[in-house]
């Protein structure tokens, strides 16, 4: 229930709810890997076909190896959420731009993954971006990024997420 109180709420915020259709196909990452040296990477994974689907929390070592992964089911309304967040704000055509301004020497990278069928029979389409540095155009994903967190964090407490926000106390 609190996840679905989050993600409505993230999606109140960033626009009206509309009925949008679900890909039959799809899959969403975003990961954050700090400008720390040695740090490790934190992803987070949704995908799902016709409807069932799963979310994997991990956290992978610079050397590659897993220290915590933990998965979970997503129903169809949550999924459904999800992509109504990356279709109202353009995430399919996103292009980040990164703010002037002072340096943030630990800002490390941010990246996101979208890849979907529109329908049965298509080729799958993706669209992939990352950045390295604050952006003037943040809002745009942070409903994404907000939303995947309180995700993982509620359905997969056992793999603590430090670099999300609403997993580390700070969102």
């Excluded at 998965?71 to 459904?80: D, H, K, P, S, V």
């Excluded at 390295?132 to 745009?140: G, H, S, V």
Aim: hydrophobic residues 40%; aromatic residues 6%; neutral net charge.
């Amino acid at each position: 229930m609190l996840l679905a109180n989050a993600v409505g709420s993230l999606l109140l915020a960033s626009g009206a709810l509309g009925c949008t259709a679900l890909p039959p196909e799809g899959r969403v990452v975003v990961s954050v890997t700090p400008g720390k040296p040695g740090a490790p990477t934190e992803t987070i994974t949704m995908s799902w076909r016709d409807g069932r689907g799963s979310l994997r929390s991990e956290r992978r070592a610079g050397s590659g190896e897993v220290l915590a992964a933990g998965e979970a089911n997503l129903g169809e309304g949550q999924l459904r959420e999800l992509w109504q967040t990356v279709q109202r704000r353009h995430l399919t055509t996103f292009t980040p731009r990164e703010a002037g301004g002072p340096q943030t020497f630990d800002f490390g990278e941010r990246r996101v993954r979208l890849e979907w069928v529109s329908r049965a029979g298509k080729a799958r389409e993706a669209h992939d971006f990352s950045w390295i540095a604050p952006l003037e155009n943040e809002a745009d994903v942070q409903p994404l990024l907000l939303a995947a967190a309180a995700a993982a964090c509620e359905m997969v407490p056992g793999v603590h997420l430090a670099y999300f926000s609403k997993c580390s106390g700070h969102g």
